[in-house]
């Protein structure tokens, strides 16, 4: 097939992964990226679902697709991803212009959908949404970077959080054998990559439904992060994201002991009210994250925590929420995600009664950011004067300046000539609540 492709991906990082797939997916089928959709022949969305903002965002580039297929019916606009999972065919009705769908799980029928989509004729759009036994994160992808790589660990997951939609649309928690990880790394060192991000929608439940004898919860996975820092070549290993019901000893050791893994743990909380939680089916107290919390700090002093948390919940009182602020206070974040509660359909949370109005949860938001913010900017300004490891990714945004990160995935952006996928030493000079700013030593 020859022409040109315009994708557009929202979502997390798994969703970043998948958007690298996509791309070595039509490039093998003879399809060239541009930039601007009304230059392509072919327009693919690459959606989220777990925010109804995500759902917002959508909605408008569609509309840009709707303009131009109408403008020329040849072009073919097809939707991947999270939300034609969730809504299967009910997709097709609600975007009739779209040519052809699949799910996550799916990502390798891509070729297929293509060529289904130009013959398909008058039967109606084609669409794949079993949750089969192909899991897509040994699909080859193309990198942004060369020297940075995302790898996908495991696909799934079995918590049900009333809030989420993502077992829905992802499947239940499945992992990758070790050894097939383990060869998949060694040709990403070959190929150039000093720094793997390992990923999973509860990575640390790596290994829990292989068929061996269960281990402590975070074993396997602290297991497979030893194996992996034994690689020669490979300098940094990051993982995300961490459920911290399975934040075990073993993995806390293996980010204070192992050279190549990085300082730093997103440890998503969410609340910190025990009945929020229990709503929420997070499986924790607030006592116990706040026990993993200092675990991890006593066991690795530079170590940065970040998290994601939610304001107004169903049924989150006045009080639920200034015991969030509390947690946030003692926990002492390094960076934060913060939400405003989107009920997703189909989701156990979104029958709950007492929803919080959104005014109120958008004022509860608002604290949390304030307060997060003023916590990332004393982290930040504790690394003034001192020396830290930065790997150089480019240019910064303005092309003034070079720009990296650090150990503790803090944005680093630093005077002097650097080159992309460096380790350079960088004295620190500046801070904010979003990066660093420093100059080569």
Not at 157 to 181: D, H, K, M, W
Not at 225 to 246: E, N
Not at 300 to 324: H, K, M, Q, Y
């Amino acid at each position: 097939m020859q022409g040109r492709y315009y994708l557009r991906s929202f979502g997390c990082q798994m969703n970043d992964h998948d958007a690298e797939r996509i791309r070595a997916l039509l490039e093998a089928e003879g399809l060239e990226q541009v930039d601007a959709p009304d230059a392509a022949d072919v327009l693919v969305y690459n959606t989220c679902t777990v925010r109804r903002s995500a759902d917002e965002r959508l909605a408008g580039h569609l509309g840009t697709a709707a303009r131009l297929k109408r403008s020329d019916p040849s072009r073919l606009v097809l939707v991947t991803g999270c939300l034609p999972q969730a809504e299967q065919t009910d997709l097709f009705t609600r975007f009739p212009f779209v040519d052809g769908a699949l799910g996550p799980q799916n990502l390798y029928r891509l070729p297929e959908l293509l060529r289904a989509t130009a013959r398909r004729a008058d039967q109606g759009p084609p669409g794949y949404f079993d949750d089969g036994p192909v899991l897509s994160g040994g699909l080859t992808g193309r990198r942004e970077r060369p020297f940075q790589a995302w790898l996908q660990v495991m696909s799934g997951c079995t918590n049900f959080c009333t809030y989420c939609i993502v077992p829905y649309v992802r499947g239940p928690e499945r992992s990758r054998p070790p050894a097939e990880l383990v060869a998949a790394a060694e040709a990403l060192v070959a190929d150039g990559v000093r720094e793997i991000t390992l990923l999973g929608q509860n990575v640390n439940a790596y290994g829990l439904d292989l068929e061996t004898d269960r281990a402590a919860p975070g074993a396997r996975f602290a297991e497979l992060l030893q194996q992996l820092d034994a690689l020669p070549g490979l300098d940094r290993i990051r993982f995300m994201t961490s459920h911290p019901k399975d934040l075990g000893d073993d993995l806390i050791a293996a980010v204070a002991t192992l050279p190549s893994v990085c300082e730093h743990v997103h440890l998503p909380v969410q609340a910190g009210s025990d009945a929020v939680l229990r709503a929420m089916r997070r499986g924790y107290t607030a006592a116990q994250y706040l026990e993993r919390v200092h675990a991890l700090r006593e066991a690795v002093p530079e170590v940065s925590i970040t998290t994601d948390l939610i304001a107004g919940f169903p049924g989150e009182t006045d009080r639920d929420f200034e015991n969030t602020l509390d947690l946030v206070r003692e926990a002492a974040f390094d960076g934060a995600f913060t939400f405003v509660y989107s009920a997703r359909p189909g989701t156990q949370a979104a029958r709950l009664p007492d929803q919080v109005p959104l005014e109120l949860r958008r004022e509860r938001v608002e604290r949390l950011i304030e307060l997060t913010q003023q916590q990332a900017l004393d982290a930040h300004r504790a690394w003034v004067g001192r020396r830290v490891e930065v790997l150089v990714e480019g240019r910064s945004r303005d092309g003034a300046l070079y720009r990296g990160r650090t150990r503790q995935n803090v944005t680093v952006n630093l005077d002097g000539d650097a080159d992309a996928g460096a380790i350079v030493t960088v004295e620190v000079t500046a801070a904010t609540s979003t990066t660093l700013r420093g100059t080569t030593v």
